[in-house]
Nanobody, 125 residues
Framework: QVQLVESGGGLVQAGGSLRLSCAAS????????IGWFRQAPGKDREFVAT????????LYADSVKGRFTISRDNSKNTVYLQMNSLKPEDTAVYYC??????????????????WGQGTQVTVSS
C-alpha cells in the first residue's frame, strides 16, 4: 500500500515556474513508477509525465515536453515535477499516482493503483 500527498501548487503568471512534490509513504517506494496527471474543469484527466526506477526512465506528454521535468529522490520517498514556461492551458488540478514499476511506463491513468488528493495549479495570462 502506498499513500501519496501532493504539494507545491499555486498561482503563477504565464512564463513562470512551479515545482510540485509527491511524497509517498511505504518502504518499497523505489519499486513504484510514479505518474503525474492533470484535470481541468470540464475536461478529461490528462497524462503529464511518469518516471520509473530512476531519472533515466521517463515519459512525457508532448504538450509538456521540454518544459516540465520529472525526477525522484528515493531517499526522501518523493517525486518532483519541475514546471517551467507555464502557460494558461497548464491550469488544472495535478495528481500524482503510483503503480508497480515492473509493469513499465504507461500514460494510461486507469493502470495506476494509488492516487493523491491533488494540488491546484493556476496560470494567469
Amino acid at each position: 500500500q502506498v499513500q501519496l500527498v501532493e504539494s507545491g501548487g499555486g498561482l503563477v503568471q504565464a512564463g513562470g515556474s512551479l515545482r510540485l512534490s509527491c511524497a509517498a509513504s511505504g518502504r518499497t517506494f523505489s519499486s513504484y513508477s510514479i505518474g503525474w496527471f492533470r484535470q481541468a474543469p470540464g475536461k478529461d484527466r490528462e497524462f503529464v509525465a511518469t518516471i520509473g526506477w530512476s531519472d533515466a526512465n521517463t515519459l512525457y506528454a508532448d504538450s509538456v515536453k521540454g518544459r516540465f521535468t520529472i525526477s525522484r529522490d528515493n531517499s526522501k520517498n518523493t517525486v518532483y515535477l519541475q514546471m517551467n514556461s507555464l502557460k494558461p492551458e497548464d491550469t488544472a488540478v495535478y495528481y500524482c499516482a503510483a503503480r508497480s514499476a515492473y509493469g513499465g511506463l504507461t500514460r494510461v491513468w486507469s493502470t495506476y493503483n494509488y492516487w493523491g488528493q491533488g494540488t491546484q495549479v493556476t496560470v494567469s495570462s
